[in-house]
Nanobody, 123 residues
Framework: QVQLIESGGGLVQAGGSLRLSCAAS????????MGWFRQAPGKERELVAG????????NYADSVKGRFTISRDNAKNTVYLQMNSLKPEDTAVYYC????????????????WGQGTRVTVSS
């Protein structure tokens, strides 16, 4: 069983930055693709960014390309989402997800989920 704990959310003004972290338990982190999703009120959950187990492949939603960066530290069992130039439309609950070890790619499928951390961007 893998547990994912997100942190780093909060309130920030438009144009500001935040870095989200997701700490994973278990021994399969280094062989698992990881992803960051978000869900805004009244909207479906969407994949914001994904990263392969090695970190060699990343992918981003068009809406965040050039502003967000996903990275991972396999020695710390942690994945990060650096968010720059934040916009009010980035306001959402952000979730960390882990793929099936040795199977999932940076685009999924996703097996484990965190509880989420809220990001609010004020205009």
């Amino acid at each position: 069983q893998v547990q994912l704990i997100e942190s780093g959310g909060g309130l920030v003004q438009a144009g500001g930055s935040l870095r989200l972290s997701c700490a994973a338990s278990g021994r399969t982190f280094s062989s698992s693709a990881m992803g960051w999703f978000r869900q805004a009120p009244g909207k479906e959950r969407e994949l914001v960014a994904g990263i392969s187990w090695s970190g060699g492949t990343t992918n981003y939603a068009d809406s965040v390309k050039g502003r967000f960066t996903i990275s991972r530290d396999n020695a710390k069992n942690t994945v990060y989402l650096q968010m720059n130039s934040l916009k009010p439309e980035d306001t959402a609950v952000y979730y960390c997800a882990a793929g099936e070890p040795m199977y999932s790619t940076s685009r999924g499928p996703w097996r484990y989920w965190g509880q989420g951390t809220r990001v609010t961007v004020s205009s």
